[in-house]
């Protein structure tokens, strides 16, 4: 079992920045694959950004060029740095991790971009 908690959500400015942190309960040996998706209100959750365990990194085409993700397995974290926000960057933004076969998810933090 991974438990995953998400914090730096809140409210920002078009044009400004965030960072979203997730901690990861068990060791990151095990954890093949860790991405951030998102769930605007009335809209499916969808895949924002991907990293793996060798370290290639997918991102969605909305945010490429304008989000950053990291990894840092020493202390069992992932970050999502957001610059240039949108008001169509509004959502909850949920961590994601995939080990052994099985998918986990955190609880989600809301990211509000007003205009």
């Known amino acids: 079992q991974v438990q995953l908690v998400e914090s730096g959500g809140g409210l920002v400015q078009a044009g400004g920045s965030l960072r979203l942190s997730c901690a990861a309960s068990?060791?990151?040996?095990?954890?093949?694959?860790m991405a951030w998706y998102r769930q605007a209100p009335g809209k499916q959750r969808e895949l924002v950004a991907i990293i793996f365990s060798g370290g290639g990194i997918n991102y969605a085409e909305s945010v490429k060029g304008r989000f950053t993700i990291s990894r840092d397995n020493a202390r069992n974290m992932v970050y999502l740095q957001m610059d240039s926000l949108k008001s169509e960057d509004t959502a909850v933004y949920y961590c994601?991790?995939?080990?052994?076969?099985?998918?986990?998810w955190g609880k989600g933090t809301l990211v509000t971009v007003s205009s």
């Open positions: 068990r060791n990151s040996f095990s954890i093949s694959s």
């Open positions: 994601n991790a995939g080990s052994r076969g099985m998918l986990y």
